[in-house]
């Protein structure tokens, strides 16, 4: 059982940077692929990336690759997704889940934090 909290999104500027931050519960942070997801209004949610339980291997979206990054602090049970040269486009509530295997699908992730909003102005 995992319990996630987002953190770190707000307002920035189109061309600025933000860094989110999700924060896990329990002691078995380390064995768990993490991925960070996204969805706008009137929107299906949609992938962004994710990280494998060692932080060894990362993938990511087309839409965000070269300019998103995730990593993870396995001793402090937390997965943060960096992000920069950000667009009006990736306005969205944010959300970091937790799953078994490394995944694009939401339906392999077991876990997910509450969301964060990220807003991109023009």
């Known amino acids: 059982q995992v319990q996630l909290v987002e953190s770190g999104g707000g307002l920035v500027q189109a061309g600025g940077s933000l860094r989110l931050s999700c924060a896990a519960s329990?002691?078995?942070?380390?064995?768990?692929?993490m991925g960070w997801f996204r969805q706008a209004p009137g929107k299906e949610r949609e992938f962004v990336g994710y990280i494998t339980p060692s932080g060894g291997s990362t993938y990511y979206s087309d839409s965000v690759k070269g300019r998103f990054s995730i990593s993870r602090d396995n001793a402090k049970n937390t997965v943060f997704l960096q992000m920069n040269s950000l667009k009006p486009e990736d306005t969205a509530v944010y959300y970091c889940?937790?799953?078994?295997?490394?995944?694009?699908?939401?339906?392999?992730?077991?876990?997910w934090g509450q969301g964060t909003q990220v807003t991109v102005s023009s």
């Open positions: 889940a937790a799953g078994p295997w490394n995944s694009w699908l939401p339906k392999n992730y077991n876990y």
């Open positions: 329990g002691r078995t942070f380390s064995s768990w692929a």
